[in-house]
C-alpha cells in the first residue's frame, strides 16, 4: 500500500507556516516529545512483555501483590516522588539551557 503523507507534509507544512496557522517549531519542545515517545514505547514494550509472561504461566509465580500491599498510599507516595524527580530534572534542564543562552 503507497502513502503520501510525506510528500504531503513537505508540501503543505511549509504553506501553513507562511499562512501562521502553524507555528515555528521551538527547540526546547523536541526534548519533550522525545521523553513523551520513549514513555508510550517503554509502555508498550512492557505491555508485550507482560502479556506474553500470562501466556507462558510465569506471571502467576512473579504477583507479589500477597507479600507486599502498599495500598492507595503507598501509590501516592510513588508518584509523589516521580512527580518531584521529574519537577527537579525539568528545572535543571531550564537553568544549564539558560546557561548556555547568555
Known sequence: ?????????????????????????????????????????????????LAVLAVVGIADKLDLSGYINVGMVGVLVLLGILFIAVCISGTKRKEASAGTKK
Do not use: D, H
Not at 513537505?10 to 520513549?38: A, D, E, Q
Open 1 to 49: 500500500m503507497l502513502t503520501l503523507s510525506a510528500p504531503n507534509k513537505w508540501f503543505y507544512t511549509p504553506i501553513l507556516i507562511k499562512k501562521g496557522v502553524l507555528g515555528r517549531r521551538s527547540s526546547s519542545s523536541g526534548s519533550g516529545i522525545l521523553f513523551c515517545s520513549g514513555m508510550i514505547a517503554g509502555e508498550g514494550i512492557i505491555g508485550i512483555v
